[in-house]
């Protein structure tokens, strides 16, 4: 009845070792490999190990809105300055409120670090401007000649007339409209701007047909517009004071007066008329390189309800001459550009001309994430250096040697010759466990800070638990009566059992640190969650294998001294099987 039974491997088989430390290996080679590849050899570290800036900035009450700091709103700023830090690419930026109208900002030191200064305050309140007027803006700055200004022409294409830049051909002169450097594009291509009738840049009500809903400003009309047009004469758009007032106590419905640069790096003023499409109309926004010209430019896609506004403004600019068939987009107060427009245009637009790369992609970051609800005055700039993490890390590293000293002494003393299984396996867990948290930086941004470094240290006893409780159950097994080789395997199941309940234990309590928690505690309970998965790989595919394949040398099979399973240490009982064969019925009956 036996031979059913054969050729059928038990529970607990031994298997093929080779193959799982094989796996193991690989991973491993893998792993450092994709470390020299990336040219990532050490670990991104947190801004309390690598230094890094702190940025306070209050919040300030937006025109028309005294009530606008508030909860909802401060938090609601929190998550877009924290989406804009992220977008580049930053790693471990906190951001968080400090009292009621105050965020803190600690940016780490790194590649990116100067571009996230510079957006996290910036407000990006985009609008979509007629243009009314426009002159030089500086008084050294001679008059603008006449030269051509940028249109709207397909998205990606040139318009008519300079098939490079988009610019319309040089005999539609536009004196009053100067080039912006900077023009719109969309999905339909215009003719060639029409020329303008007057070669005069001074604002006059006069210079050309105004649109009825946006009239040219009168200075006989009210005190209000002769008021604005006093503005516009004596502005000097140079004078960084008188420049950075502008958008005080502005509205979006208000009339205005504004500055920007030309492509040839020249101050304009303008008058703008109320805006007609802000940035919440804007769904996304990035930047990107035009293949075909090779420059870099600003794509925008607008919600359904911005399509129809920006549709709607452009085809009443479409009728107007120059330079009131021109908007104006205006950022924070300041003129990004001001294209003419030939054509309506709808959905999608492209703001191209003298983009870098970096001022591309800040633009797209800004605009996509959307603008901050409030306005933010830079309060103070601090460098935060990593002399004081250092030092902690250094007192962190020295208490974790010791503490792994402590536990490597134990193992010897107490196991012998199964430490150095142990001692092994704490190796791999240690290379893999470097080589992921180096690879991690620049896949997912994660930086090493001292409550992560505190993280690994907590792993190191939590991997040595999984060791001792495989070997108490080897050592049981030895203790019942059984050699070493079906002892390994049979103790396996169990201690398997346990380790998986404790690891789960252990990664179900980091996944709830890391949810309801923010900052550096994350990091702790990311870190925790990452090894104590590894110490289920190490144990699995490392431990378990070598236990298998040393079971099979004679220094443990015979149960050495110093090999940590000696049977007789262990106070073995006679094997089950031995005392069963030479007991004797007593019954002669049963004889």
């Keep these: 009845m036996a031979a059913p039974n054969r050729g059928r491997r038990p529970t607990g088989s031994q298997g093929k070792p080779g193959r799982a430390l094989a796996l193991i290996l690989i991973a491993m080679v893998a792993l450092t490999g994709g470390m020299f590849w990336a040219g990532q050899l050490t670990p991104r570290l947190g801004i309390d190990l690598a230094g890094g800036t702190t940025i306070t900035l209050q919040a300030k009450n937006q025109p028309g809105a005294p009530n606008a700091i508030n909860e909802t709103n401060m938090n609601t700023a929190v998550g877009i300055i924290e989406r804009r830090v992220n977008g580049l690419g930053v790693s471990e930026a906190e951001v968080q409120t400090q009292g009621n109208s105050n965020i803190i900002v600690n940016i780490p030191k790194g590649t990116n670090s100067q571009q996230a200064r510079e957006q996290v305050g910036t407000t990006a309140q985009l609008y979509f401007r007629p243009v009314l007027t426009v002159a030089a803006g500086a008084p050294d700055q001679e008059q603008p000649a006449a030269s051509p200004s940028p249109s709207a022409s397909e998205s990606g294409k040139p318009a008519d007339g300079d098939k490079a830049t988009g610019k319309p051909e040089a005999g539609s002169p536009s004196p009053s409209a100067t080039t912006q450097g900077r023009a719109v594009t969309e999905g339909l291509k215009a003719p060639a701007a029409s020329p303008s009738p007057s070669g005069s840049g001074e604002p006059k009500a006069s210079e050309s047909p105004a649109p009825s809903d946006t009239p040219a400003p009168d200075p006989s009309a009210d005190p209000a517009t002769a008021a604005l047009q006093k503005k516009f004469t004596e502005l000097n758009c140079a004078d960084d004071k008188a420049r950075g007032a502008l958008g005080d106590n502005v509205k979006p419905s208000d009339t205005t007066v504004a500055c920007g640069k030309n492509s040839a790096d020249q101050w304009e003023k303008y008058i703008l008329g109320p805006a007609e499409v802000d940035g919440k109309d804007v769904d996304d926004a990035k930047g990107e390189l035009d293949q075909q010209r090779g420059l870099w430019k600003v794509t925008m896609e607008f919600t359904d309800k911005g399509a129809k506004k920006f549709s709607t403004i452009t085809s009443r600019l479409s009728q107007q001459q120059p330079p009131m068939n021109q908007f104006a987009i205006v950022l924070d107060s300041e003129v990004v550009s001001a294209p003419q427009v030939n054509q309506t245009l709808s959905a999608s637009a492209e703001i191209t001309g003298d983009f870098t790369q970096e001022s591309a992609q800040n633009l797209g970051n800004i605009l996509s994430y959307g603008a901050l609800p409030l306005t933010f005055e830079e309060q103070s700039v601090t460098t935060v250096t990593a002399a004081l993490g250092g030092e902690q890390l250094e007192a962190g590293l020295i208490a974790g040697a010791i503490g792994l000293a402590l536990v490597i002494v134990y193992l010897v003393v107490y196991y012998r010759g199964l430490s150095l299984i142990a001692i092994l396996s704490l190796l791999v867990s240690a290379v893999l466990t470097y080589t992921l948290m180096a690879l991690l930086g620049p896949a997912i941004g994660f930086a090493l800070n001292l409550p992560a470094v505190c993280g690994a240290i907590v792993a190191i006893g939590i991997t040595a638990d999984s060791f001792i409780v ?117 019954d002669p009956k049963e004889a």
């Design 470 to 586: 495989y070997f108490e159950r080897i050592r049981d097994e030895i203790r019942e009566g059984r050699t070493l080789r079906p002892a390994v395997e049979r103790a396996w199941p169990r201690a398997r059992r346990t380790i998986l309940v404790s690891d789960f234990v252990s990664f179900l309590s980091a996944v709830v640190l890391f949810v309801v928690t923010v900052g550096k505690v994350q990091g702790f309970a990311f870190t925790l969650g990452l090894t104590t998965l590894l110490d289920v790989v190490v144990v699995f595919f490392f431990t378990k294998p070598v236990m298998t394949i040393l079971a099979r040398r004679k220094f443990f099979a015979d149960g050495h001294p110093w090999s940590g399973l000696d049977p007789k240490r262990l106070g073995a009982k006679p094997p089950l099987r031995r005392s069963r064969r030479t007991s004797v019925p007593t």
